[in-house]
């Protein structure tokens, strides 16, 4: 116990260790057992962490009511630091933290694609600020609760929940998130295809795509029949694009 109050003192977190207890035991336990690791991390690794210390005790002083998402990005930070005992933990934290684990599961079913997108997303919201991470944390919230109640369905939940994640943490840009609405919907191999018509059926065409991701379940669901008739159109009929394309759009603006 001495060794892990001289690491939180050394560290300057006296102040706050009220504010992180009243999270719970679990949070508490990282962050002293973070603290204890960094005595024996080096002196860069040390400098580093003093530093989110720091942040973390002027944003708990500033917005204690809000303090979890606070705590929990710090020890994600931290851990990813100290993290000798690599990514895993960093990524298992994220999505313990998010409410993820009873989920798990079902998107793991799904095949690695989604599984890694979500853990990417999930580990990105970490670093990504206070304010996203409470929005995302909505998201999974949905996410999962949509998931326990239409576990069979459970691909476009899965695919919406990823849009509008990778649109909360694009830093990347919004072009990510376009490129996988348009590979979920099944149109990446006719995208030269419509290309080829001009930028304005394309840019149509990427429009709906993204706004799909936030147009709920069934919507997808009916939009992915189009897509997939279209695919197969353009496959048949690729000289005859335009009226099919045309057709396409005025459906799915529908």
Same mark, same amino acid.
């Given at each position: 116990?001495?060794?892990?109050? !001289?690491? +939180?003192?050394?560290?300057?977190?006296?102040?706050?260790? @009220?504010?992180?207890?009243?999270? =719970?035991? @679990?949070?508490?336990?990282?962050?002293?057992?973070?603290?204890?690791?960094?005595?024996?991390?080096?002196?860069?690794?040390?400098?580093? /962490?003093?530093? $989110? !210390?720091?942040? *973390? $005790?002027?944003? *708990?002083?500033?917005?204690?009511?809000?303090?979890?998402?606070?705590?929990?990005? %710090?020890?994600?930070? *931290?851990?990813?630091?100290?993290?000798?005992?690599?990514?895993?933990?960093?990524?298992?934290?994220?999505?313990?933290?998010?409410? +993820? =684990?009873?989920?798990?599961?079902?998107?793991? %079913?799904?095949?690695?694609?989604?599984?890694?997108?979500?853990?990417?997303? /999930?580990?990105?919201?970490?670093?990504?600020?206070?304010?996203?991470?409470?929005? /995302?944390?909505? $998201?999974?919230?949905?996410?999962?609760?949509? +998931?326990?109640?239409?576990?069979?369905?459970?691909?476009?939940?899965?695919?919406?929940?990823?849009?509008? +994640?990778?649109?909360?943490?694009?830093?990347?840009?919004?072009?990510?998130?376009?490129?996988?609405?348009?590979?979920?919907? =099944?149109?990446?191999?006719?995208?030269?295809?419509?290309?080829?018509?001009?930028? @304005?059926?394309?840019?149509?065409?990427?429009?709906?795509?993204?706004? *799909?991701?936030?147009? =709920?379940?069934?919507?997808?669901?009916?939009?992915?029949?189009? !897509?997939?008739?279209?695919? /197969?159109?353009?496959?048949?009929?690729?000289?005859?694009?335009?009226?099919?394309? $045309?057709?396409?759009?005025?459906?799915?603006?529908?």
């Amino acid at each position: 116990k001495d060794l892990v109050d !001289f690491a +939180l003192n050394s560290l300057g977190l006296g102040q706050v260790i @009220d504010t992180i207890q009243a999270l =719970g035991t @679990d949070y508490w336990n990282q962050i002293k057992q973070i603290a204890t690791q960094l005595l024996f991390a080096g002196q860069q690794i040390w400098q580093q /962490a003093t530093v $989110v !210390f720091q942040q *973390l $005790v002027a944003d *708990l002083q500033n917005h204690a009511t809000d303090a979890l998402p606070l705590v929990v990005q %710090a020890i994600g930070q *931290l851990t990813a630091l100290v993290g000798q005992s690599g990514k895993r933990d960093l990524v298992d934290f994220a999505l313990n933290s998010l409410g +993820l =684990g009873q989920a798990i599961d079902t998107i793991q %079913a799904l095949g690695t694609d989604y599984w890694n997108q979500i853990k990417q997303i /999930a580990t990105q919201l970490l670093f990504a600020g206070q304010q996203i991470w409470q929005q /995302a944390t909505v $998201v999974f919230q949905q996410l999962v609760a949509d +998931l326990q109640n239409h576990a069979t369905d459970a691909l476009p939940l899965v695919v919406q929940a990823i849009g509008q +994640l990778t649109a909360l943490v694009g830093q990347s840009g919004k072009r990510d998130l376009v490129d996988f609405a348009l590979n979920s919907l =099944g149109l990446g191999q006719v995208i030269d295809t419509i290309q080829a018509l001009g930028t @304005d059926y394309w840019n149509q065409i990427k429009q709906i795509a993204t706004q *799909l991701l936030f147009a =709920g379940q069934q919507i997808w669901q009916q939009a992915t029949v189009v !897509f997939q008739q279209l695919v /197969a159109d353009l496959q048949n009929h690729a000289t005859d694009a335009l009226p099919l394309v $045309v057709q396409a759009i005025g459906q799915l603006t529908a």
